[in-house]
């Protein structure tokens, strides 16, 4: 049976909201797509953080030891460092590209907060269960789904709700979108679907570093689309996967979904049971 952590805060939820820096969309983009890419501002505000300041270096295995356990540094390690248009730049689908096989279609079971369940006790149905985590709350794009699937599916210890980087995007996303209230408007439509997957790092058959590559698209009049890469330190509780405590991950690189560029970055095509790539 799924249990519930702690108490419903979605109604008390009082975040404020992140600005979108649109000198950076300027530069980034040409004048014409500038709208579009910032109806996406709140969904891609990791993406920002990520690329802003000084590059990372993708972690190795002889680097110098560092202080803390070992999933704090599995967590801490930097990812692939990417240009900040990676995100927004289309590119080509790539064949035969390397792939991770996650169990389960998402639409099969819902549980508690309307998440996706099922996915068995593996390092790839923790990839999996982190992504129908995402995907409930990035679809909905509402304060209210956003506290009930915190306090249902991040463990005690997790990062809290005002912290967690899937409330700064529907923050985010609420203010630069113009949506009003707590909740996108009704002609709104947000759809948040796994095209790539990524193990960073495993602590006995109950603790996984989960990354998910979403292919997020946003149709407000028109449509604007976009790579969204997220991780989460995921454990094992009773009969399912969640998101553990501990500080947040290093932030994961960000690319057109199925391009080649994600593929240098580390990410895995993201392929069902069937083998069926999405």
């Known amino acids: 049976m799924l249990r519930m952590f702690g108490r419903r805060r979605g109604s008390q939820l009082q975040v404020p909201p992140v600005a979108w820096d649109r000198r ?13 890419v ?6 891609g505000m990791t993406v920002w953080y990520a690329v802003g300041g000084s590059p990372t270096v993708a972690a190795t ?19 692939a460092s990417l240009d900040r248009q990676a995100a927004f730049t289309p590119e080509s689908s790539i064949e035969g590209a390397a792939s991770m096989s996650v169990p389960l279609p998402f639409d099969d ?49 997790g990062p809290g709700i005002a912290e967690w ?10 203010t630069s979108a113009r949506q009003s209230g707590h909740a996108k408007d009704v002609s709104t439509l947000v759809s948040a679907r796994p095209a790539g997957a990524m193990v960073k790092g ?9 990354c998910v590559l979403l292919d997020v698209r946003v149709v407000v009049n028109a449509e604007a689309r976009m790579g969204y890469g997220l991780c989460a330190r995921m454990v094992w509780v009773t009969d399912r996967w969640m998101v553990g405590p501990g500080a947040q991950p290093a932030p994961a690189p960000s690319a057109w979904p199925g391009s080649a560029t994600a593929a240098g970055a580390g990410w895995l095509a993201w392929r069902d049971v069937a083998g069926r790539q999405r």
Do not use: K, N, Y
Not at 38 to 43: Q, R
Not at 165 to 174: E, K, M
């Open 109 to 157: 079971d819902l549980g508690v907060a309307e998440v996706a369940v099922g996915f068995p006790h593996t390092p790839a149905g923790a990839v999996g269960q982190w992504a129908a985590i995402e995907r409930r709350v990035l679809e909905a794009m509402d304060t209210s789904v956003l506290g009930d699937v915190h306090d249902a599916w991040v463990a005690p210890g």
């Open 202 to 210: 495993v602590d006995g058959p109950d603790w996984v570093l989960a």
């Open 165 to 174: 980087d899937l409330t700064r995007s529907v923050q985010a996303f609420l």
């Open 24 to 36: 950076r969309l300027v530069a980034m983009l040409a004048a014409a797509l500038v709208v579009l």
């Open 38 to 43: 910032a109806l996406l501002a709140g969904v």
């Open 61 to 79: 295995a002889d680097a110098a030891p560092q202080a803390g356990s070992v999933r704090d540094r599995i967590a801490a390690a930097p990812m």
